[in-house]
């Protein structure tokens, strides 16, 4: 699986926007980019995925650059329940079947009050 | 949306014994499901895939005898640690996959914390 590059943590304040970095250079033309979070304690949580176009949840916004070698997660308004660990993560899902999914050590999100 | 009922979320057992984790899909068929290991402070690493009615793959370096999966239903699969030690101590996280790949991600459980006393 190709590899991603994230910061280790991050800082924001609560109700301000968040960009969490994702970096994947050698990301293949079959990859989708997908993003995970964690809460402490608990299983994780699916956030969003793209493959080439930017997308758009309830949850955040996904902003993929036009070579496709990094990526940007958006949270719009930060509260403190988004505090976790964002897993950005490639896999090829184009085959429709199910996908392995290979965490790496994410970024740490605190978010201040 | 999709749920996964993991249970249980806890259990402290003695070394040497067994323990086994049920993973439930409560509103859906889980063809495949994905367990995963987590250490304090580090990432989640995949063990096993099972899919329903077949034997479980299991990743490199995971042995299939002590870490035994059962896949027998689409809407249960379980994890049996047995002979149990202190490394085993960890959390132990499943997700399920539909018969397609998720449209919009895959479903995890909440995680079992095991520690082997």
């Known amino acids: 699986d190709a590899k991603t590059t994230q910061p280790n943590s991050m800082e924001s304040n609560e109700e301000e926007p968040v960009h969490l970095p994702c970096n994947h250079s050698?990301?293949?033309?079959?990859?989708?980019i997908h993003w995970y979070r964690q809460l402490p304690s608990q299983g994780p949580e699916y956030v969003i995925h793209?493959?080439?176009s930017n997308v758009n949840n309830r949850m955040a916004s996904l902003a993929i650059a036009e070579d496709r070698k990094s990526s940007t997660l958006i949270l719009h308004r930060a509260t403190l329940r988004d505090a976790a660990v964002y897993y950005c993560?490639?896999?090829?899902?184009?085959?429709?079947?199910?996908?392995?999914?290979?965490f790496g050590k994410g970024t740490l999100l605190t978010v201040n009050p | 949306g999709a749920v996964v009922s993991q249970h249980p979320s806890r259990v402290i057992c003695k070394s040497g014994t067994s323990v086994k984790i049920e993973c439930r899909s409560l509103?859906?068929?889980?063809?495949?499901m994905f367990w995963y290991r987590q250490f304090p402070k580090q990432s989640l690493m995949l063990m096993a895939t099972?899919?329903?009615?077949?034997?479980?793959?299991?990743e490199q370096g995971v042995e299939k005898d002590k870490f035994l999966i059962n896949h027998a239903s689409l809407t249960l699969s379980t994890l049996t640690v047995t002979s149990a030690h202190p490394e085993d101590s960890s959390f132990y996280i499943c997700?399920?996959?539909?018969?397609?790949?998720?449209?919009?991600?895959?479903?995890f459980g909440s995680g079992t914390r095991l520690t082997v006393v």
């Open positions: 997700s399920a996959g539909q018969r397609q790949a998720p449209r919009d991600g895959y479903t």
């Open positions: 050698t990301i293949s033309g079959t990859d989708y």
């Open positions: 099972s899919n329903e009615g077949s034997k479980a793959t299991y």
């Open positions: 793209g493959l080439t």
């Open positions: 993560i490639l896999s090829d899902n184009s085959g429709g079947s199910n996908y392995k999914l290979t």
């Open positions: 509103d859906f068929q889980a063809t495949t």
